[in-house]
């Protein structure tokens, strides 16, 4: 198994669609945290969907979602890049017991954030429902946020997560009943064949009748954006002062990045010259110790 990309259309249907399947970049992520099981699952599912969306955007730059709730899981992030680059964490206090998103999230709420590398960021933000999966909020975000008639199916194990999107493309020609015909055939996927049989095979077994067209595979792959200098942009923003006071007390700064688990060191020395210097960039999905 590998982790690919595949991304389609109809040719004669205002229809477009993708399907991913992750391996390597969803261990990638899980071996760097203790991460209950019930959390793992849903952190896979967010990455297939993740992915999924970000091979639907026709720009340079990072797609972000994120969970926030107020039961035991306090935050998921995963984030996507155009070159199908990825990342992920989450938060959660105590024990995460087996159950329902709504049973880990408790009440909360959405976010989508897409940050071009040129141009200002784009945030949307819809209310998590009790009872929704993740597939469900996404559904529902993108008919409320963004108008457009999408629908998305995923699955997530220990050995990899899966994902199909079928969106209706605004202004397609083609046969208009055709939404309906491809949303019924798509609903004719089961878990078992999304994370184990060769996407293209999916695609043959969902829409042999259809006429598609297949485009390119990408290759999704684990990287994380961290770096000494974003990381330095952010503890500028955190304030001389507060800086100083843990140089006092510590006779260093250690920083982690929650994405990958990377360890930044910062000296006197090294804090002298960040607050000597000019501005960096920040970074989220740090922690300060």
Same mark, same amino acid.
């Given at each position: 198994?590998?982790?690919?990309? +595949?991304?389609?259309?109809?040719?004669?249907? =205002?229809?477009?669609?993708?399907?991913? $399947?992750?391996?390597?970049?969803?261990?990638?992520?899980?071996?760097?945290?203790? /991460?209950?099981?019930?959390?793992?699952?849903?952190?896979?599912?967010?990455?297939? @969907?993740?992915?999924?969306?970000?091979?639907?955007?026709?720009?340079?730059?990072?797609?972000?979602?994120?969970?926030?709730?107020?039961?035991?899981?306090?935050?998921?992030? &995963?984030?996507?890049?155009? !070159?199908?680059?990825?990342?992920?964490? @989450? %938060?959660?206090?105590?024990?995460?017991?087996?159950?329902?998103?709504? !049973?880990?999230?408790?009440?909360?709420?959405?976010?989508?954030?897409? !940050?071009?590398?040129?141009? +200002?960021?784009?945030?949307?933000?819809? @209310? /998590?429902?009790?009872?929704?999966?993740?597939?469900?909020?996404?559904?529902? /975000?993108?008919?409320?946020?963004?108008?457009?008639?999408?629908?998305?199916?995923?699955?997530?194990?220990?050995?990899?997560?899966?994902?199909?999107? &079928?969106?209706?493309? =605004?202004?397609?020609?083609?046969? @208009?009943?055709?939404?309906? %015909?491809?949303?019924?055939?798509? +609903?004719?996927?089961?878990?078992?064949?999304?994370?184990?049989?060769?996407?293209?095979? &999916?695609?043959? %077994?969902?829409?042999?009748?259809?006429?598609?067209?297949?485009?390119?595979?990408?290759?999704?792959?684990?990287?994380?954006?961290?770096? %000494?200098?974003?990381?330095?942009?952010?503890?500028?923003?955190?304030?001389?002062?507060? &800086?100083?006071?843990?140089?006092?007390?510590?006779?260093?700064?250690?920083?982690?990045?929650?994405?990958?688990?990377?360890?930044?060191?910062?000296?006197?020395? !090294?804090?002298?010259?960040?607050?000597?210097?000019?501005?960096?960039?920040?970074?989220?999905?740090? $922690?300060?110790?």
């Amino acid at each position: 198994m590998q982790d690919i990309l +595949e991304r389609f259309v109809f040719d004669d249907a =205002p229809v477009r669609g993708e399907l991913v $399947q992750l391996h390597d970049t969803l261990h990638e992520v899980l071996d760097r945290h203790a /991460y209950p099981p019930v959390l793992q699952k849903i952190i896979g599912e967010l990455m297939a @969907a993740a992915s999924l969306l970000s091979a639907t955007l026709k720009f340079e730059g990072t797609l972000i979602m994120q969970l926030h709730g107020s039961g035991p899981v306090k935050l998921i992030v &995963v984030e996507c890049t155009s !070159d199908m680059t990825m990342r992920a964490t @989450a %938060r959660w206090d105590g024990e995460v017991p087996e159950g329902t998103l709504s !049973d880990l999230l408790g009440e909360g709420k959405f976010v989508m954030t897409l !940050d071009p590398d040129e141009g +200002e960021p784009y945030q949307g933000i819809v @209310a /998590y429902q009790p009872g929704q999966s993740v597939a469900e909020i996404i559904e529902h /975000y993108m008919r409320s946020s963004e108008q457009l008639e999408t629908r998305i199916w995923l699955a997530s194990q220990n050995s990899g997560a899966a994902g199909l999107l &079928v969106q209706k493309m =605004p202004a397609g020609k083609g046969d @208009a009943d055709a939404w309906d %015909r491809i949303q019924k055939l798509s +609903e004719t996927i089961t878990r078992e064949e999304l994370l184990g049989l060769a996407p293209r095979d &999916v695609l043959y %077994r969902l829409f042999n009748q259809e006429l598609v067209r297949v485009f390119d595979p990408q290759t999704p792959r684990f990287a994380c954006t961290c770096s %000494r200098e974003r990381v330095g942009g952010m503890l500028k923003m955190v304030g001389h002062e507060e &800086v100083e006071g843990v140089i006092e007390e510590r006779g260093k700064v250690e920083v982690t990045c929650e994405f990958c688990g990377k360890e930044y060191g910062f000296d006197a020395v !090294d804090v002298a010259q960040l607050f000597a210097g000019g501005s960096t960039t920040i970074a989220p999905g740090n $922690q300060v110790h």
